[in-house]
């Protein structure tokens, strides 16, 4: 017997991408070689090589700060911002056209499945760059007074979750706000980028305004560390974002961190059931689950808990495992061997402690990295898996009696950075909100982004805020003294 | 008839009340020239700990009122100083050594700035948050709220003038705060903390402790309950001229950390640990500012879906 279960493969073919078999750093406008030990980057759901990668070594990262720092005094800093913004919405453009190529690039070398990839990461990385473009020449309305100025170089480290997004989340504001930019990809996850390196040649982006530097995390704390650099964006794990917090202590630095998570969503015994079953599913499972704001502690009020589990358990027997680039794939491969091993230890850790696991029922293919749907129950606040961040698909099932409790156990946490509630109570909703310590709450919805709207966490999931009018002042200063005079001199005369 | 003065003792301010410190110890403080003023309390690191539990239990509750009921709140202070800024002159000139006119000068710039800040608290959400245009059937709006805890360390100088500027943006945005006060005019402090005490506003919202910066601000920096540092009076700590003869002798916490020779870049490496923010020290005394107040504020971002009607 057949089901809609059962069904013919329909992979995207890779036929669109044109890769080289290695890739050097690119500075200063032009693709050079490394001298650090080069490393490959493979395909986490064959193992299969992709390309060699050139790594940067301590004189590389020299190299790209100067050619950054000429970039912005000698050419970027001196352009108009209208003139800015039409290099950013060239970016917009390109990246537009080469949508497909891209995601199946991200795809290839990340392990997403190919419907996020080309419904999601892509379509954001080109509005994120249409949106930031228009912000070139308004900076005035950034909320710094008038004639505010760029910081100068940006260090920017990001990670390898979603690599292309977070690479235009950091570009595309800095960018608009008149700094250059060192970029250093995650290690496992460099292609997206390095073929972004050939749109800004397409797009005649001056030489030197973006540089993209591979490497593993030595090339980034060197990048971060380097003394010519005024401005640090990370995206990356909490205990990295700390080391940076202080090696960056008293630098005078302006610094941006977006960290790990470990966000409570809260379902109401008066939820929009059928949707929150999905927008629980979107929460912990979209992307392997390796998303620093997913809903990965699921609060469910007690009177509705075996209902919710029970729909949870058949809707994840739904999804399909495997190749990325099927398009018919809902869960794709995990991004490494070394992530992989880490969710195996907490899951193992969660059932060690005494939860009740219970894993969706699918074929693992042979080769790669891969973690079947997994769900805790009977899980209380003190377990492992209700506190660290898994970044995974694993999801840890607690539960509550009254909206104060659901606060409570939501907010028993260092992290702050998001946080999901389901309620068909509007007021109950609000008054919620307004408790939870986190940077991002989505009501009657999950894991929506949009470059509109700041993103960012409470306590120890970091500080500063991505996207919006929040992520552009976050790549500027006010204006200097002197200027500020003259602004207000020139002023008082019309 | 002559009358023969009675002396005030100077204690600490902490949740409302106004204790010695557990220590037991004190310190002298004089005026410009070196003549006796008064003991003060040389707060500890317990008296630290105790002011950040009491931080932290009046936290909620004022974030929880509105912006209307904590402008009003800080104007009262404002008003309660006026009526006693002869006190505040005679202090201040005694202990800065500066004339008359000046310690009047500071006072009123003192008060002027309470009033300041008092006028933020029911706007400040406006002008730092927005409603965002997203592109889908969302509502989607960016708000400000108060972090949390904050220590601060005052200024040295212009001792209450300082305290204005560095408690009134903490407090405005519904911050509760631990404040060290200048450690060698710590008397403006304590007489303020009287004033907070008869203005309403509620026991643990500001939590002052006089001593040794460089003793005390090592464990706020390092502490996990509290989540902002503001470090405005804290350049010269660890510096040769940061000492006042008084430190450091008799410390009742000689445990693992080095008090006593941190600067302000230490105090900073360890707010790291966790993920405080850090607001870094000011030369003289921080112009008023709403970046001071956002510094102490986080943008909360809530979505809510649209129905298809």
Redesign the interface.
């Given at each position: 017997m057949t089901s809609f279960l059962d069904y013919a493969p329909a992979p995207e073919s890779t036929a669109i991408l044109a890769l080289k078999p290695s890739y050097g750093l690119f500075i200063n406008g032009e693709f050079v070689d490394g001298h650090g030990d080069g490393f490959t980057t493979i395909s986490p759901s064959t193992e299969k090589r992709i390309a060699d990668i050139a790594s940067a070594n301590s004189a590389d990262v020299d190299l790209a700060v100067a050619a950054a720092r000429r970039a912005h005094d000698r050419t970027w800093s001196k352009l108009s911002g209208a003139d800015r913004g039409k290099y950013l919405f060239r970016i917009a453009r390109l990246v537009q056209e080469r949508a497909r190529e891209l995601a199946v690039a991200e795809s290839l070398d990340n392990g997403k499945p190919i419907r996020e990839a080309r419904d999601v990461d892509v379509p954001l990385v080109a509005a994120w760059f249409f949106y930031y473009a228009g912000w070139a020449d308004k900076l005035d309305y950034a909320g710094l007074g008038t004639n505010p100025r760029s910081l100068g170089v940006a260090a920017q480290v990001i990670p390898w979750n979603f690599p292309l997004l977070m690479l235009a989340w950091k570009i595309a504001p800095a960018l608009a706000a008149g700094n250059t930019v060192v970029i250093k990809p995650a290690e496992t996850t460099p292609l997206t980028a390095l073929i972004f390196a050939e749109i800004l040649q397409q797009a005649d982006l001056p030489a030197g305004v973006v540089n993209i530097i591979t490497g593993a995390g030595e090339t980034g704390e060197l990048l971060v560390n380097h003394p010519d650099v005024d401005k640090v964006a990370f995206t990356g794990s909490t205990a990295v974002g700390k080391a940076i917090a202080r090696s960056t202590a008293g630098s005078g630095k302006k610094i941006t961190l977006e960290l790990g998570g470990k966000a409570a969503n809260i379902v109401f015994d008066d939820a929009p059931i059928d949707q929150a079953i999905e927008g629980i599913v979107n929460g912990i499972f979209f992307n392997q689950g390796h998303v620093c704001c997913a809903g990965s502690r699921l609060l469910v009020q007690e009177n509705i808990h075996d209902d919710v589990v029970e729909r949870l358990k058949a809707r994840l027997s739904t999804l399909r495992l495997g190749d990325p680039l099927d398009k018919n794939t809902d869960i794709g491969a995990i991004n490494s061997r070394e992530q992989l091993d880490r969710i195996r230890d907490l899951s193992d850790i969660g059932e060690s402690e005494g939860a009740d696991r219970w894993t969706a029922d699918c074929a693992i293919p042979e080769n790669g990295f891969w973690f079947a749907p997994t769900i805790f129950t009977n899980v209380s606040t003190s377990h492992r898996i209700a506190r660290d961040e898994v970044f995974g698909p694993v999801l840890s099932v607690l539960t509550f009696r009254t909206p104060a409790e659901a606060v409570a156990k939501a907010n028993n946490t260092p992290y702050g950075l998001s946080a999901g509630i389901w309620s068909s109570n509007g007021s109950r909703i609000l008054a919620v909100a307004d408790r939870l310590r986190a940077g991002v709450i989505w009501a009657n919805t999950f894991n929506q982004f949009d470059p509109a709207s700041p993103f960012g966490g409470y306590k120890e999931s970091g500080y500063g805020r991505e996207g919006g009018r929040h992520g552009l002042a976050a790549y500027l200063s006010e204006a200097a003294p002197a200027a500020r005079q003259a602004v207000t001199s020139k002023g008082a005369t019309k | 008839m002559t009358h023969l003065t009675i002396p005030k003792t100077y204690k600490l301010y902490v949740g409302g009340k106004f204790p010695r410190s557990e220590s037991g110890r004190v310190y002298e403080v004089t005026t410009a020239k070196g003549a006796f003023l008064a003991n003060a309390a040389k707060a500890s690191r317990k008296d630290a700990r105790d002011a950040v539990v009491a931080a932290r239990a009046a936290q909620s509750g004022w974030a929880g009122a509105t912006g209307y009921n904590r402008g009003q709140v800080l104007y009262r202070v404002a008003e309660v100083l006026e009526g006693r800024r002869a006190q505040f002159i005679d202090e201040i000139v005694a202990s800065e050594g500066v004339s008359t006119a000046a310690a009047t000068a500071q006072v009123n710039e003192a008060i002027d700035t309470w009033v300041w800040y008092a006028g933020w608290a029911d706007k400040y959400v406006q002008?730092?948050g927005?409603g965002?245009?997203?592109?889908?059937p969302?509502f989607?709006l960016?708000t400000p709220e108060p972090?949390g805890v904050v220590a601060i360390i005052a200024p040295r100088e212009s001792s209450l003038l300082g305290l204005a500027s560095v408690i009134g943006p903490a407090v405005a945005t519904g911050n509760t705060v631990v404040v060290i006060a200048s450690e060698r005019a710590p008397l403006s402090a304590i007489s303020l903390a009287e004033v907070l005490a008869t203005s309403d506003v509620p026991g643990g919202v500001v939590n002052v402790l006089t001593g040794s910066a460089a003793e005390i601000a090592p464990w706020l920096a390092s502490h996990a309950d509290v989540?902002g540092l503001d470090l405005a009076g804290a350049g010269d700590l660890g510096s040769d001229s940061a000492g006042t003869g008084s430190a450091g002798t008799g410390s009742a916490s000689t445990g693992s950390a080095s008090t006593g020779e941190s600067t302000?870049?230490d105090l900073?490496?360890a707010?790291?640990?966790?993920?405080k923010?850090?607001l870094?020290p000011v030369s003289g005394i921080p112009s008023r500012s709403i970046?001071r107040m956002l510094a102490f504020t986080?943008?909360?971002?809530?979505?809510?879906?649209k129905a298809m009607i």
């Open positions: - | 002008v730092a927005n965002n245009g997203v592109s889908g969302y989607n960016s972090t989540n302000w870049v900073q490496i707010a790291a640990e966790t993920l923010r850090v870094p970046d986080e943008t909360k971002t809530v979505w809510h879906t």
